[in-house]
């Protein structure tokens, strides 16, 4: 009872199911961090003030654990699962079955812009979260002057070139994963399929348009 029981939670199936849900949390914390960046065209007031409220709320730091436990669980069984998939497959070379449901270039290409948003987020978390840092104060309040560790970053084309290209990759990733999510969840039905892929590439173009909208945007001001 116990082995089948752990055999079970260790399947496959499992596996991509704790994947769409981690993917589908992560897609949520998109749309919010993306929300949250918009006060950049408000002005450097409101995103400091934004910025600073967030980093000195007592509940930031139980926030980023969960957070950063999603993000690893999300990477870890999309190695562990790519990995088993490739051991599974007899052939390297093997003929395609036509299903009717078969690979895009977003599905084909998961492992590879998966590493790409990855090698993105290190490097982002370091410019950014662990960036220059700029004081400011508002109200005889001091706070960390963030706004100008976005500008000045985006003051290179080089770095605008970087996050749109980024934002292309992360974007074809989530169009096929937000759909993907569904079906492992066992929502699948024909009539439903046009819906829930057309959802998919709007929430895509969303996420790459407005992430990529603000580096040009920044860039534009000609920096801080
Ligand atoms: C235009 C694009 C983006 C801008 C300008 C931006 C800006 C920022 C800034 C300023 C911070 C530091 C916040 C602080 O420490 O006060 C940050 C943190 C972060 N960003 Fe972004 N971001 C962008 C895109 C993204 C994308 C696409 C992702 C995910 C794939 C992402 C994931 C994160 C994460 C996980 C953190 C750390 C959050 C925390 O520790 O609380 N960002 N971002």
Not at 90 to 113: D, E, H, I, L, W
Request: net charge positive.
């Amino acid at each position: 009872m116990a082995s089948s029981m752990l055999k079970y939670a260790t399947s496959s199936v499992v596996k991509k199911q704790v994947m769409a849900l981690t993917g589908l949390l992560l897609c949520g914390f998109l749309l919010t961090h993306l929300a949250g960046n918009c006060l950049m065209y408000v002005g450097p007031e409101a995103f400091n003030r934004y910025a600073h409220a967030l980093i000195t709320n007592p509940a930031i730091y139980l926030a980023e654990a969960i957070l950063a436990a999603i993000f690893l669980t999300h990477i870890g069984l999309a190695a562990k699962l790519t990995i088993e998939n490739r051991n599974a497959r007899p052939q390297k070379y093997f003929v395609k079955q036509n299903t009717g449901r078969g690979a895009t270039f977003a599905s084909s290409t998961m492992p590879y812009t998966g590493l790409i948003i990855l090698i993105f987020l290190i490097k982002h978390l370091i410019d950014f979260k662990f960036g220059p840092l700029h004081v400011v104060t508002y109200g005889g309040v001091e706070m960390r002057d963030i706004y100008k560790t976005v500008v000045d970053y985006f003051a290179s084309p080089v770095s605008v070139i970087w996050y749109v290209f980024c934002m292309v990759a992360l974007g074809i990733h989530v169009s096929h994963g937000f759909w993907s999510a569904f079906q492992s969840f066992g929502f699948w039905h024909p009539k439903y399929t046009c819906l829930l892929r057309c959802v998919s590439k709007i929430f895509a173009v969303i996420v790459t348009v407005g992430y990529s909208a603000l580096p040009i945007y920044c860039y534009l001001q000609g920096g801080n």
